[in-house]
């Protein structure tokens, strides 16, 4: 008997095995992950610019001045301060403190796959990129979203391998006439989850709706192989989360980014 492609799962179990996923590359890509009761202080000293691999991860209940506590001291040689909180109504109660005291305050929403896309999609320009594509692409994005970089560049580089490599992701792209990438997006698999990561479309080719047919032929994939599990993450003050639900996805939680620079 096929599996359901379909998740039939209540919100709160969906989202349990999308944080789990997302746990896992952590334990699986940093040096260290110490649980300090509210949950986890990740290290990867070889990498320290790439904050990710070096956050406090809070899942349960905590107060601000804990919270900022815990992170001063286990991210005492480092330049910035990184939080993230997946527990709610904690992050949700936790970001007016945050933004008062001079931290940048990210929300992202997770979204499952519940129903089909409203339209018809063309996917056929959909291509499968090699690592160096991929790796052109990423490098335009992190420049775009952070033009002073400078080092952390190669470092965010090395992570995107290693994510690679760890999860045997399928990186898919779109090239342009003359066989440049101009998009991409990525999917990842293990056992019966499925998650789409990374969607980037270069400015110059914006507004023909590649992200749509790139995410569209993710989840196309994800369903073949029958994971009862497909979600993906999204900045929810921005706008592909609308693109996402076109698509069929739904919201199923949240989970809060607290960052500050301290030099």
Request: aromatic residues 6%; hydrophobic residues 40%; charged residues 25%.
């Amino acid at each position: 008997m096929k599996r359901n492609p379909t998740p039939t799962g209540e919100p709160t179990e969906l989202l349990s095995r999308a944080l789990d996923q997302l746990r896992r590359t952590l334990r699986s890509l940093a040096d260290e992950m110490r649980p300090i009761g509210p949950g986890w202080a990740v290290r990867t000293r070889s990498l320290p610019r790439v904050w990710t691999l070096n956050q406090l991860l809070i899942c349960e209940p905590v107060s601000f001045a804990d919270a900022v506590a815990l992170a001063d001291r286990h991210q005492v040689d480092l330049g910035y301060r990184h939080v993230v909180v997946e527990a709610e109504p904690t992050s949700r109660q936790l970001q007016g403190s945050f933004a008062a005291a001079g931290w940048n305050v990210d929300c992202e929403v997770l979204m499952a796959l519940t129903g089909k896309s409203h339209r018809e999609v063309d996917t056929r320009a959909v291509i499968e990129l090699s690592e160096a594509q991929m790796l052109e692409l990423m490098r335009r994005w992190t420049i775009e979203d952070h033009p002073n970089i400078g080092a952390g560049l190669e470092e965010l580089e090395e992570y995107s391998r290693r994510e690679g490599r760890l999860w045997n992701e399928q990186c898919l792209g779109i090239l342009d006439v003359d066989g440049a990438p101009v998009a991409i997006t990525k999917l990842r698999s293990d056992g019966s989850t499925a998650w789409v990561e990374d969607v980037y479309t270069v400015p110059e080719a914006r507004g023909r709706g590649y992200a749509r047919a790139l995410v569209t032929h993710a989840t196309e994939l994800a369903r073949s192989a029958e994971r009862d599990l497909i979600f993906i993450v999204a900045d929810d003050n921005d706008w592909p989360k609308h693109l996402y639900a076109d698509i069929g996805f739904r919201p199923i939680g949240t989970t809060r980014t607290f960052h500050r620079d301290l030099a």
